[in-house]
Protein backbone atom coordinates (compact mmCIF):
# COMPACT_ATOMS: atom_id res chain seq x y z
CA UNK A 1 0.00 0.00 0.00
CA UNK A 2 3.25 2.21 0.89
CA UNK A 3 4.32 1.54 -3.02
CA UNK A 4 1.05 2.11 -4.74
CA UNK A 5 0.74 5.90 -2.47
CA UNK A 6 4.40 6.69 -3.13
CA UNK A 7 3.84 5.76 -7.22
CA UNK A 8 0.71 8.26 -7.28
CA UNK A 9 2.71 10.87 -6.36
CA UNK A 10 4.95 10.02 -9.47
CA UNK A 11 2.13 11.93 -11.39
CA UNK A 12 2.55 11.75 -15.52
CA UNK A 13 6.09 9.47 -14.37
CA UNK A 14 3.85 6.50 -13.24
CA UNK A 15 4.21 3.35 -15.70
CA UNK A 16 4.94 0.04 -15.35
CA UNK A 17 8.53 0.75 -16.64
CA UNK A 18 9.21 3.01 -13.71
CA UNK A 19 7.71 0.66 -11.52
CA UNK A 20 9.99 -2.09 -12.80
CA UNK A 21 13.18 0.48 -12.84
CA UNK A 22 12.85 0.72 -9.27
CA UNK A 23 12.12 -2.26 -8.34
CA UNK A 24 15.39 -3.38 -10.00
CA UNK A 25 17.48 -0.49 -8.86
CA UNK A 26 16.34 -1.39 -5.12
CA UNK A 27 16.71 -5.16 -5.58
CA UNK A 28 19.64 -6.08 -3.33
CA UNK A 29 22.70 -4.12 -2.19
CA UNK A 30 25.14 -5.35 -5.48
CA UNK A 31 22.20 -3.99 -7.77
CA UNK A 32 22.89 -0.43 -5.45
CA UNK A 33 26.40 -0.83 -6.22
CA UNK A 34 26.30 -1.19 -10.10
CA UNK A 35 24.38 2.31 -10.32
CA UNK A 36 25.51 4.44 -7.87
CA UNK A 37 28.72 5.17 -10.12
CA UNK A 38 26.48 6.49 -12.51
CA UNK A 39 26.12 9.84 -10.77
CA UNK A 40 25.79 12.29 -14.03
CA UNK A 41 22.42 10.07 -14.73
CA UNK A 42 21.40 9.90 -11.27
CA UNK A 43 21.97 13.96 -10.81
CA UNK A 44 19.56 14.76 -13.23
CA UNK A 45 16.80 12.44 -12.39
CA UNK A 46 13.68 14.36 -11.94
CA UNK A 47 13.06 15.36 -8.47
CA UNK A 48 9.89 13.18 -8.05
CA UNK A 49 11.58 9.87 -9.59
CA UNK A 50 14.59 10.61 -7.57
CA UNK A 51 12.40 10.84 -4.19
CA UNK A 52 10.49 7.14 -4.86
CA UNK A 53 14.19 5.73 -5.42
CA UNK A 54 15.35 7.55 -2.02
CA UNK A 55 12.11 6.21 -0.14
CA UNK A 56 11.98 2.60 -1.64
CA UNK A 57 15.98 2.34 -0.66
CA UNK A 58 14.98 3.63 2.69
CA UNK A 59 11.70 1.18 2.92
CA UNK A 60 14.32 -1.85 1.89
CA UNK A 61 16.90 -0.91 4.83
CA UNK A 62 19.63 -0.14 1.33
CA UNK A 63 19.82 3.53 2.56
CA UNK A 64 23.08 4.43 4.51
CA UNK A 65 25.05 7.91 4.80
CA UNK A 66 27.33 7.68 1.85
CA UNK A 67 24.79 6.81 -0.45
CA UNK A 68 23.05 9.76 0.04
CA UNK A 69 25.31 11.82 -1.71
CA UNK A 70 24.06 10.53 -5.05
CA UNK A 71 20.66 12.09 -4.46
CA UNK A 72 22.28 15.66 -3.51
CA UNK A 73 21.60 17.17 -6.85
CA UNK A 74 18.03 15.74 -7.60
CA UNK A 75 16.07 15.13 -4.37
CA UNK A 76 13.87 17.54 -2.75
CA UNK A 77 11.82 15.79 0.19
CA UNK A 78 13.33 13.55 2.38
CA UNK A 79 11.23 11.25 5.58
CA UNK A 80 13.68 9.89 7.66
CA UNK A 81 11.31 10.09 10.38
CA UNK A 82 12.05 7.55 13.55
CA UNK A 83 15.13 5.59 11.65
CA UNK A 84 17.62 5.47 15.11
CA UNK A 85 20.62 4.85 12.21
CA UNK A 86 20.20 8.36 11.64
CA UNK A 87 23.55 10.79 13.20
CA UNK A 88 25.47 13.34 12.79
CA UNK A 89 27.04 11.48 10.23
CA UNK A 90 23.63 11.12 7.58
CA UNK A 91 22.87 15.15 8.55
CA UNK A 92 26.41 16.04 7.31
CA UNK A 93 25.65 14.35 3.65
CA UNK A 94 22.08 15.70 4.04
CA UNK A 95 23.33 19.24 4.37
CA UNK A 96 24.88 19.30 1.06
CA UNK A 97 21.56 18.88 -0.46
CA UNK A 98 21.14 21.40 -2.93
CA UNK A 99 17.43 21.82 -3.43
CA UNK A 100 16.15 20.04 -0.66
CA UNK A 101 12.93 21.92 0.40
CA UNK A 102 11.84 19.51 3.22
CA UNK A 103 13.90 17.34 5.47
CA UNK A 104 12.02 14.85 8.22
CA UNK A 105 13.82 13.88 10.89
CA UNK A 106 11.26 13.24 13.93
CA UNK A 107 11.77 10.85 16.35
CA UNK A 108 15.63 10.20 15.61
CA UNK A 109 16.88 9.84 19.01
CA UNK A 110 20.83 10.25 18.03
CA UNK A 111 20.68 13.62 16.53
CA UNK A 112 21.50 16.44 19.03
CA UNK A 113 22.25 19.98 18.42
CA UNK A 114 25.58 19.83 16.85
CA UNK A 115 24.04 17.80 14.25
CA UNK A 116 22.09 20.05 12.94
CA UNK A 117 24.83 22.24 12.36
CA UNK A 118 25.15 20.65 8.98
CA UNK A 119 21.80 22.21 7.80
CA UNK A 120 23.23 25.92 8.30
CA UNK A 121 23.05 28.40 5.44
CA UNK A 122 20.82 25.92 3.28
CA UNK A 123 19.31 28.21 0.55
CA UNK A 124 15.82 26.54 -0.26
CA UNK A 125 15.18 24.08 2.76
CA UNK A 126 11.71 25.45 4.18
CA UNK A 127 10.16 22.52 5.99
CA UNK A 128 11.86 20.73 9.08
CA UNK A 129 10.50 18.45 11.52
CA UNK A 130 12.85 17.66 14.78
CA UNK A 131 9.70 16.58 16.70
CA UNK A 132 10.43 14.25 19.80
CA UNK A 133 14.50 14.41 19.03
CA UNK A 134 15.01 14.85 23.02
CA UNK A 135 18.71 16.29 22.49
CA UNK A 136 18.01 19.47 20.81
CA UNK A 137 18.02 22.32 22.85
CA UNK A 138 18.74 26.14 22.08
CA UNK A 139 22.55 25.30 20.44
CA UNK A 140 20.59 23.43 17.59
CA UNK A 141 17.97 26.14 17.13
CA UNK A 142 21.17 28.74 16.93
CA UNK A 143 22.44 26.27 13.89
CA UNK A 144 18.03 26.92 11.82
CA UNK A 145 18.77 30.81 12.55
CA UNK A 146 20.65 31.21 9.63
CA UNK A 147 17.82 29.24 7.52
CA UNK A 148 15.94 32.29 6.81
CA UNK A 149 13.84 30.30 3.98
CA UNK A 150 12.09 27.70 6.68
CA UNK A 151 7.95 28.26 6.99
CA UNK A 152 7.42 25.17 8.71
CA UNK A 153 9.30 24.22 12.19
CA UNK A 154 7.93 21.56 14.61
CA UNK A 155 10.29 21.02 17.49
CA UNK A 156 7.18 19.83 19.56
CA UNK A 157 8.87 17.45 22.86
CA UNK A 158 12.74 18.42 22.38
CA UNK A 159 14.75 20.08 24.98
CA UNK A 160 14.09 23.77 23.57
CA UNK A 161 14.09 26.15 26.65
CA UNK A 162 11.93 29.53 26.65
CA UNK A 163 15.49 30.86 25.78
CA UNK A 164 15.47 29.51 22.86
CA UNK A 165 11.27 29.56 21.47
CA UNK A 166 12.31 33.76 21.95
CA UNK A 167 15.02 33.56 19.01
CA UNK A 168 12.61 32.11 16.64
CA UNK A 169 11.21 35.64 16.53
CA UNK A 170 14.05 36.21 13.40
CA UNK A 171 12.48 33.38 11.21
CA UNK A 172 9.97 36.00 9.80
CA UNK A 173 8.19 33.34 6.82
CA UNK A 174 6.95 30.72 9.27
CA UNK A 175 4.02 29.79 8.64
CA UNK A 176 3.31 26.92 10.87
CA UNK A 177 4.94 26.45 14.60
CA UNK A 178 4.97 23.60 16.56
CA UNK A 179 5.80 24.34 20.09
CA UNK A 180 3.69 21.41 21.79
CA UNK A 181 4.95 20.14 24.96
CA UNK A 182 7.59 22.74 25.47
CA UNK A 183 7.55 25.01 28.78
CA UNK A 184 6.90 28.46 27.26
CA UNK A 185 5.69 31.50 29.38
CA UNK A 186 4.17 34.55 28.26
CA UNK A 187 6.78 36.18 28.10
CA UNK A 188 8.14 33.49 25.53
CA UNK A 189 4.32 33.68 23.14
CA UNK A 190 4.60 37.20 23.38
CA UNK A 191 8.22 37.47 21.73
CA UNK A 192 6.48 35.95 18.37
CA UNK A 193 4.40 38.42 17.86
CA UNK A 194 6.36 39.72 14.86
CA UNK A 195 5.66 36.25 13.16
CA UNK A 196 2.83 37.97 10.99
CA UNK A 197 2.65 35.30 8.68
CA UNK A 198 1.85 32.19 11.23
CA UNK A 199 -1.14 30.39 10.44
CA UNK A 200 -0.89 27.24 12.53
CA UNK A 201 0.81 27.43 16.16
CA UNK A 202 0.87 24.71 18.39
CA UNK A 203 1.65 25.38 21.99
CA UNK A 204 0.00 22.18 23.93
CA UNK A 205 1.19 22.01 27.01
CA UNK A 206 2.80 25.00 27.56
CA UNK A 207 2.58 27.54 30.79
CA UNK A 208 0.46 29.97 28.77
CA UNK A 209 -2.09 31.57 30.84
CA UNK A 210 -5.23 33.77 30.44
CA UNK A 211 -2.84 36.65 30.36
CA UNK A 212 -0.50 35.21 27.52
CA UNK A 213 -3.56 34.45 25.47
CA UNK A 214 -4.43 37.71 24.93
CA UNK A 215 -1.47 38.35 22.75
CA UNK A 216 -2.88 35.91 20.13
CA UNK A 217 -5.38 38.45 19.16
CA UNK A 218 -1.91 40.05 17.94
CA UNK A 219 -1.41 36.95 15.26
CA UNK A 220 -3.78 38.23 12.38
CA UNK A 221 -3.78 34.88 9.89
CA UNK A 222 -3.77 32.77 12.56
CA UNK A 223 -6.12 29.55 11.35
CA UNK A 224 -5.20 26.79 13.07
CA UNK A 225 -4.30 26.82 17.31
CA UNK A 226 -3.56 24.16 19.80
CA UNK A 227 -3.69 25.22 23.82
CA UNK A 228 -4.54 21.66 24.98
CA UNK A 229 -3.41 20.81 28.52
CA UNK A 230 -2.90 24.58 29.42
CA UNK A 231 -4.43 26.52 32.18
CA UNK A 232 -5.54 28.71 29.58
CA UNK A 233 -9.70 29.58 30.73
CA UNK A 234 -10.40 32.81 28.34
CA UNK A 235 -9.87 32.64 24.88
CA UNK A 236 -10.16 35.99 23.24
CA UNK A 237 -11.30 36.97 20.19
CA UNK A 238 -9.25 35.80 17.52
CA UNK A 239 -11.35 36.01 14.78
CA UNK A 240 -9.66 34.03 12.27
CA UNK A 241 -9.27 30.82 13.85
CA UNK A 242 -11.15 28.06 11.77
CA UNK A 243 -9.36 25.44 14.06
CA UNK A 244 -9.31 25.12 18.06
CA UNK A 245 -7.89 22.42 20.68
CA UNK A 246 -8.81 23.40 24.00
CA UNK A 247 -8.87 19.45 25.30
CA UNK A 248 -8.04 19.51 29.32
CA UNK A 249 -8.80 22.94 29.63
CA UNK A 250 -11.10 24.32 32.35
CA UNK A 251 -12.76 26.58 30.10
CA UNK A 252 -14.74 29.68 30.82
CA UNK A 253 -15.34 31.58 27.42
CA UNK A 254 -13.98 31.09 23.75
CA UNK A 255 -13.78 34.07 21.81
CA UNK A 256 -15.54 36.69 23.57
CA UNK A 257 -14.45 40.39 22.69
CA UNK A 258 -15.31 42.33 20.10
CA UNK A 259 -15.01 42.42 16.17
CA UNK A 260 -16.16 39.51 13.86
CA UNK A 261 -16.91 36.30 15.04
CA UNK A 262 -14.88 33.33 14.45
CA UNK A 263 -16.07 31.34 12.06
CA UNK A 264 -15.09 27.67 13.47
CA UNK A 265 -14.79 24.68 11.32
CA UNK A 266 -12.87 22.09 13.76
CA UNK A 267 -13.27 22.17 17.49
CA UNK A 268 -11.88 19.73 19.93
CA UNK A 269 -12.12 19.86 22.93
CA UNK A 270 -11.91 16.32 24.11
CA UNK A 271 -11.81 16.22 28.36
CA UNK A 272 -12.62 19.67 28.63
CA UNK A 273 -14.70 21.14 31.68
CA UNK A 274 -16.51 23.88 31.18
CA UNK A 275 -17.86 26.42 34.09
CA UNK A 276 -21.12 27.09 31.72
CA UNK A 277 -21.08 24.76 28.74
CA UNK A 278 -23.90 27.10 26.61
CA UNK A 279 -22.10 30.17 27.35
CA UNK A 280 -18.83 28.82 25.81
CA UNK A 281 -20.56 27.91 22.53
CA UNK A 282 -21.92 31.98 22.00
CA UNK A 283 -19.22 33.92 20.78
CA UNK A 284 -18.45 32.13 17.44
CA UNK A 285 -20.48 31.58 14.59
CA UNK A 286 -21.72 27.93 15.09
CA UNK A 287 -23.02 28.00 11.14
CA UNK A 288 -19.49 26.53 9.45
CA UNK A 289 -18.88 24.32 12.45
CA UNK A 290 -18.20 21.00 10.99
CA UNK A 291 -16.21 18.64 13.79
CA UNK A 292 -17.02 18.74 17.23
CA UNK A 293 -15.07 16.65 19.75
CA UNK A 294 -16.65 16.20 23.82
CA UNK A 295 -15.34 12.59 24.27
CA UNK A 296 -14.39 12.72 27.91
CA UNK A 297 -16.23 15.63 29.19
CA UNK A 298 -18.50 14.78 31.85
CA UNK A 299 -21.29 16.27 30.06
CA UNK A 300 -25.02 15.84 31.45
CA UNK A 301 -26.71 18.45 29.23
CA UNK A 302 -26.29 18.65 25.51
CA UNK A 303 -29.30 21.67 24.75
CA UNK A 304 -26.43 23.49 22.95
CA UNK A 305 -26.18 21.56 20.20
CA UNK A 306 -29.40 22.28 18.63
CA UNK A 307 -27.98 25.78 17.30
CA UNK A 308 -25.06 23.49 15.66
CA UNK A 309 -26.84 22.76 12.30
CA UNK A 310 -23.43 22.31 9.96
CA UNK A 311 -22.24 19.01 12.57
CA UNK A 312 -20.78 16.17 10.17
CA UNK A 313 -18.50 14.37 13.11
CA UNK A 314 -19.27 14.82 16.83
CA UNK A 315 -18.05 12.39 19.15
CA UNK A 316 -19.59 12.74 22.36
CA UNK A 317 -17.95 9.18 24.26
CA UNK A 318 -17.16 8.81 27.63
CA UNK A 319 -19.91 11.33 29.08
CA UNK A 320 -22.97 11.08 31.28
CA UNK A 321 -25.42 11.33 28.42
CA UNK A 322 -28.78 9.06 28.55
CA UNK A 323 -31.24 8.32 26.21
CA UNK A 324 -33.43 11.56 27.33
CA UNK A 325 -29.99 13.43 25.41
CA UNK A 326 -30.18 12.10 22.63
CA UNK A 327 -33.07 14.47 21.26
CA UNK A 328 -30.76 17.42 20.98
CA UNK A 329 -28.32 15.04 18.69
CA UNK A 330 -31.03 14.38 16.49
CA UNK A 331 -31.81 17.91 15.92
CA UNK A 332 -28.40 18.71 14.93
CA UNK A 333 -28.45 15.61 12.49
CA UNK A 334 -29.64 16.68 9.63
CA UNK A 335 -25.38 16.47 7.89
CA UNK A 336 -24.12 14.34 10.80
CA UNK A 337 -21.79 11.25 9.21
CA UNK A 338 -19.88 10.13 12.20
CA UNK A 339 -21.44 9.81 15.58
CA UNK A 340 -19.51 8.38 18.26
CA UNK A 341 -21.59 7.76 21.91
CA UNK A 342 -19.33 4.84 23.20
CA UNK A 343 -19.29 4.45 26.91
CA UNK A 344 -22.62 6.66 27.42
CA UNK A 345 -25.62 5.81 29.04
CA UNK A 346 -27.48 5.85 25.51
CA UNK A 347 -29.78 2.72 25.30
CA UNK A 348 -31.49 1.01 22.38
CA UNK A 349 -34.25 3.21 23.42
CA UNK A 350 -31.97 6.47 22.59
CA UNK A 351 -31.03 4.54 18.82
CA UNK A 352 -34.56 4.86 18.48
CA UNK A 353 -34.66 8.71 18.38
CA UNK A 354 -32.08 9.22 15.80
CA UNK A 355 -34.08 7.52 13.26
CA UNK A 356 -35.39 9.68 10.57
CA UNK A 357 -33.05 12.59 11.96
CA UNK A 358 -29.68 11.24 10.94
CA UNK A 359 -30.40 10.67 7.13
CA UNK A 360 -26.67 11.27 5.81
CA UNK A 361 -24.79 9.32 9.03
CA UNK A 362 -22.03 6.82 7.64
CA UNK A 363 -20.46 5.97 10.85
CA UNK A 364 -21.89 5.28 14.45
CA UNK A 365 -20.14 3.77 17.52
CA UNK A 366 -21.83 2.31 20.73
CA UNK A 367 -19.12 0.40 22.02
CA UNK A 368 -19.44 0.13 25.95
CA UNK A 369 -23.13 0.29 26.26
CA UNK A 370 -26.03 -1.21 27.47
CA UNK A 371 -27.78 -1.09 23.85
CA UNK A 372 -28.59 -4.63 22.59
CA UNK A 373 -30.38 -6.44 19.52
CA UNK A 374 -33.34 -3.81 19.12
CA UNK A 375 -30.62 -1.16 18.64
CA UNK A 376 -29.45 -3.55 15.63
CA UNK A 377 -33.21 -3.43 14.48
CA UNK A 378 -33.15 0.80 14.56
CA UNK A 379 -30.21 0.71 13.24
CA UNK A 380 -31.25 -1.57 10.32
CA UNK A 381 -33.44 1.80 9.60
CA UNK A 382 -30.26 4.15 8.94
CA UNK A 383 -29.60 3.22 4.89
CA UNK A 384 -26.88 5.77 4.76
CA UNK A 385 -24.93 4.01 7.26
CA UNK A 386 -20.99 2.27 6.29
CA UNK A 387 -19.74 1.74 9.40
CA UNK A 388 -21.44 0.24 12.60
CA UNK A 389 -19.33 -0.69 16.02
CA UNK A 390 -21.28 -2.51 18.90
CA UNK A 391 -18.57 -3.68 20.77
CA UNK A 392 -18.98 -4.71 24.32
CA UNK A 393 -22.89 -4.46 24.38
CA UNK A 394 -25.37 -6.62 24.67
CA UNK A 395 -26.13 -7.68 21.30
CA UNK A 396 -26.68 -11.55 21.42
CA UNK A 397 -27.72 -11.70 17.59
CA UNK A 398 -31.28 -13.24 18.48
CA UNK A 399 -34.84 -11.39 19.75
CA UNK A 400 -37.33 -13.39 21.60
CA UNK A 401 -40.59 -13.29 20.54
CA UNK A 402 -43.36 -12.07 23.09
CA UNK A 403 -44.85 -15.72 24.56
CA UNK A 404 -42.32 -18.66 25.57
CA UNK A 405 -43.09 -21.22 22.76
CA UNK A 406 -42.72 -18.75 20.49
CA UNK A 407 -39.39 -18.72 18.11
CA UNK A 408 -36.34 -16.38 17.91
CA UNK A 409 -35.63 -13.87 15.20
CA UNK A 410 -32.05 -12.86 14.12
CA UNK A 411 -31.52 -9.54 14.94
CA UNK A 412 -28.50 -9.38 12.63
CA UNK A 413 -30.97 -9.71 9.61
CA UNK A 414 -32.10 -6.18 9.99
CA UNK A 415 -28.27 -4.75 8.94
CA UNK A 416 -29.63 -6.28 5.34
CA UNK A 417 -31.38 -3.04 4.59
CA UNK A 418 -27.99 -1.26 4.96
CA UNK A 419 -26.43 -1.61 1.55
CA UNK A 420 -23.58 0.26 1.67
CA UNK A 421 -22.19 -1.19 4.86
CA UNK A 422 -18.80 -1.99 4.58
CA UNK A 423 -17.57 -2.03 8.56
CA UNK A 424 -18.94 -3.84 11.57
CA UNK A 425 -17.43 -4.93 14.61
CA UNK A 426 -19.70 -6.90 17.43
CA UNK A 427 -16.66 -7.81 19.24
CA UNK A 428 -17.57 -9.01 22.92
CA UNK A 429 -20.62 -9.74 22.67
CA UNK A 430 -22.12 -13.01 23.27
CA UNK A 431 -23.01 -14.29 19.47
CA UNK A 432 -23.32 -17.97 18.74
CA UNK A 433 -23.48 -19.68 15.13
CA UNK A 434 -26.64 -19.52 14.30
CA UNK A 435 -27.00 -15.38 15.00
CA UNK A 436 -24.11 -14.58 12.78
CA UNK A 437 -25.96 -16.40 9.20
CA UNK A 438 -27.71 -13.02 8.81
CA UNK A 439 -23.42 -11.53 8.16
CA UNK A 440 -23.38 -13.54 5.25
CA UNK A 441 -25.54 -11.70 3.30
CA UNK A 442 -23.85 -8.34 3.36
CA UNK A 443 -22.45 -8.51 0.34
CA UNK A 444 -20.46 -5.34 0.65
CA UNK A 445 -18.92 -6.32 4.14
CA UNK A 446 -14.95 -5.84 3.61
CA UNK A 447 -14.16 -5.59 7.87
CA UNK A 448 -15.57 -7.74 9.88
CA UNK A 449 -14.73 -7.83 13.58
CA UNK A 450 -15.82 -11.02 15.63
CA UNK A 451 -15.04 -12.30 19.65
CA UNK A 452 -17.19 -14.43 20.98
CA UNK A 453 -16.05 -17.67 23.20
CA UNK A 454 -19.28 -19.63 21.73
CA UNK A 455 -18.09 -19.20 17.68
CA UNK A 456 -17.18 -22.18 16.48
CA UNK A 457 -15.70 -23.75 13.13
CA UNK A 458 -19.29 -23.46 11.74
CA UNK A 459 -19.08 -19.45 11.92
CA UNK A 460 -16.11 -19.83 9.85
CA UNK A 461 -17.41 -21.46 7.30
CA UNK A 462 -20.40 -19.05 6.85
CA UNK A 463 -17.94 -16.15 6.87
CA UNK A 464 -16.15 -17.39 3.72
CA UNK A 465 -19.13 -16.80 1.53
CA UNK A 466 -18.82 -13.24 1.94
CA UNK A 467 -17.49 -12.24 -1.71
CA UNK A 468 -15.35 -8.52 -0.69
CA UNK A 469 -14.14 -9.26 2.91
CA UNK A 470 -10.80 -7.95 3.04
CA UNK A 471 -10.42 -8.00 6.76
CA UNK A 472 -11.58 -10.79 9.17
CA UNK A 473 -11.19 -11.18 13.01
CA UNK A 474 -12.79 -14.14 14.83
CA UNK A 475 -11.09 -13.58 17.91
CA UNK A 476 -11.46 -16.39 21.61
CA UNK A 477 -13.59 -18.74 19.47
CA UNK A 478 -13.66 -22.32 19.74
CA UNK A 479 -12.23 -22.92 16.52
CA UNK A 480 -10.22 -26.07 15.59
CA UNK A 481 -7.38 -27.36 13.34
CA UNK A 482 -10.15 -29.08 11.01
CA UNK A 483 -12.33 -26.07 10.50
CA UNK A 484 -9.20 -23.96 9.32
CA UNK A 485 -7.70 -26.37 8.04
CA UNK A 486 -11.07 -27.24 5.32
CA UNK A 487 -11.54 -22.98 5.59
CA UNK A 488 -11.75 -21.81 1.85
CA UNK A 489 -11.54 -17.58 2.76
CA UNK A 490 -13.03 -14.79 0.01
CA UNK A 491 -10.79 -14.26 -2.55
CA UNK A 492 -10.06 -10.64 -1.34
CA UNK A 493 -9.37 -11.74 1.91
CA UNK A 494 -6.26 -9.53 2.88
CA UNK A 495 -6.01 -9.88 7.26
CA UNK A 496 -7.12 -12.87 9.09
CA UNK A 497 -7.16 -12.20 13.11
CA UNK A 498 -7.23 -15.64 15.11
CA UNK A 499 -5.75 -14.13 18.28
CA UNK A 500 -7.35 -16.21 21.17
CA UNK A 501 -8.59 -19.33 19.35
CA UNK A 502 -6.78 -21.14 21.79
CA UNK A 503 -7.27 -24.87 20.40
CA UNK A 504 -5.22 -24.36 16.95
CA UNK A 505 -1.76 -25.27 16.73
CA UNK A 506 1.29 -24.14 15.29
CA UNK A 507 1.08 -26.93 12.54
CA UNK A 508 -2.03 -26.20 11.28
CA UNK A 509 -1.51 -22.56 10.89
CA UNK A 510 1.36 -22.90 9.25
CA UNK A 511 -0.10 -25.38 6.94
CA UNK A 512 -2.68 -22.43 6.19
CA UNK A 513 -0.51 -19.88 5.53
CA UNK A 514 1.46 -21.94 3.43
CA UNK A 515 -1.57 -22.71 1.25
CA UNK A 516 -2.63 -18.57 1.75
CA UNK A 517 1.15 -16.52 1.50
CA UNK A 518 -1.00 -13.78 0.32
CA UNK A 519 -2.96 -13.54 3.94
CA UNK A 520 -1.76 -11.58 6.78
CA UNK A 521 -2.64 -14.42 9.43
CA UNK A 522 -2.54 -12.82 13.07
CA UNK A 523 -2.30 -15.64 16.15
CA UNK A 524 0.16 -16.56 19.25
CA UNK A 525 1.10 -18.88 17.21
CA UNK A 526 2.46 -17.04 14.45
CA UNK A 527 5.04 -14.57 13.35
CA UNK A 528 4.37 -12.50 10.33
CA UNK A 529 7.20 -11.23 8.33
CA UNK A 530 7.18 -9.04 5.98
CA UNK A 531 9.57 -7.86 3.54
CA UNK A 532 9.38 -5.31 1.07
CA UNK A 533 9.44 -7.37 -2.35
CA UNK A 534 6.58 -6.46 -4.11
CA UNK A 535 3.28 -7.51 -2.85
CA UNK A 536 4.95 -11.12 -1.04
CA UNK A 537 4.40 -11.67 2.51
CA UNK A 538 6.31 -14.65 4.20
CA UNK A 539 4.47 -16.18 7.25
CA UNK A 540 7.38 -18.26 9.61
CA UNK A 541 6.35 -20.11 12.95
CA UNK A 542 7.50 -18.81 15.99
CA UNK A 543 10.26 -20.48 17.37
CA UNK A 544 9.37 -24.18 18.59
CA UNK A 545 11.26 -25.75 21.33
CA UNK A 546 12.14 -28.69 21.56
CA UNK A 547 9.08 -30.17 23.13
CA UNK A 548 7.04 -29.12 20.15
CA UNK A 549 9.51 -30.98 18.36
CA UNK A 550 8.88 -34.27 19.60
CA UNK A 551 5.54 -33.91 19.43
CA UNK A 552 5.66 -33.55 15.64
CA UNK A 553 7.41 -36.46 15.36
CA UNK A 554 4.91 -38.22 18.10
CA UNK A 555 2.10 -36.70 15.51
CA UNK A 556 3.34 -38.94 12.48
CA UNK A 557 3.26 -41.82 14.46
CA UNK A 558 0.33 -44.57 14.38
CA UNK A 559 -0.76 -43.41 17.55
CA UNK A 560 -1.46 -40.14 15.69
CA UNK A 561 -5.09 -41.09 14.75
CA UNK A 562 -5.95 -41.70 18.70
CA UNK A 563 -4.35 -38.69 19.89
CA UNK A 564 -6.76 -36.52 17.47
CA UNK A 565 -9.39 -38.50 18.84
CA UNK A 566 -8.55 -37.57 22.44
CA UNK A 567 -7.84 -33.77 21.50
CA UNK A 568 -11.18 -33.38 19.69
CA UNK A 569 -12.78 -34.67 23.45
CA UNK A 570 -12.28 -30.85 24.52
CA UNK A 571 -14.97 -30.04 22.00
CA UNK A 572 -17.62 -31.32 24.61
CA UNK A 573 -16.64 -29.04 27.30
CA UNK A 574 -16.67 -24.96 27.55
CA UNK A 575 -13.70 -23.20 27.97
CA UNK A 576 -14.70 -22.55 31.47
CA UNK A 577 -14.58 -26.09 32.14
CA UNK A 578 -11.93 -26.86 30.43
CA UNK A 579 -9.96 -24.19 32.15
CA UNK A 580 -10.88 -25.83 35.52
CA UNK A 581 -10.04 -29.19 34.31
CA UNK A 582 -6.23 -27.98 33.64
CA UNK A 583 -6.12 -26.11 36.88
CA UNK A 584 -7.58 -29.13 38.63
CA UNK A 585 -5.02 -31.60 36.96
CA UNK A 586 -2.38 -29.30 38.40
CA UNK A 587 -3.43 -29.07 41.75
CA UNK A 588 -3.97 -33.02 41.71
CA UNK A 589 -0.50 -33.19 40.30
CA UNK A 590 1.21 -31.30 43.02
CA UNK A 591 -0.39 -33.67 46.20
CA UNK A 592 -0.39 -37.32 43.80
CA UNK A 593 -3.91 -36.86 43.25
CA UNK A 594 -5.56 -38.15 40.18
CA UNK A 595 -7.15 -35.32 37.99
CA UNK A 596 -11.18 -34.85 38.23
CA UNK A 597 -13.65 -34.03 35.91
CA UNK A 598 -15.59 -30.79 36.18
CA UNK A 599 -18.87 -32.02 37.41
Known amino acids: MGDQSLFAELGELESPLVRLCIEKATQSGDAVETWRRQRRTLERLPPQLAGALLHRLHRRRLLYPSLLEVFKYSVERIDLSGEYSVDAEWMAYLGAFQYLHSLNISDCHRINSS ?43 TSVSTAGVTLLSSLKKLSKLDLGGLFITD ?20 DISNEGASILVNFPNLTFLNLAWTKVTILPNVSSIACLNMSDCTIQSMFKGEGNKARLSKLLLAGALFKDIANAFLYFDSNSLSFLDLSNSSLHDLSFLSILHALEYLDLSGNLIGDDSVKYIASAGANLKTLNLSNTRVTSAGVAVLVGHVLKLETISLDSTTTDDLAISYIGMIPSLKAVSMKRTHVRGVIQQNGGDAECVLSLTALENLKQLEKLNLEETPLKDEAIIPITNLKQLTHLSLRSSFLTDASLHHLSSIPNLINLSIQDAILTNAGIDSFNPPLSLQVLDLSGDWLLTKDALLLFVQRHSDIEVRHAHVTTFQYDNGDTKYHLPLQTSMRTSQQRRFSSSPLKSKMAAIIDQRLKYSRAELLSMQFASMSAASFGEPPTSPK
Open 115 to 157: ALWALSGMKYLKEVDISRCSKVDDAGIKHLLSIQTIEVLCISE
Open 187 to 206: TALASLQVLKKLRHLDIWGS
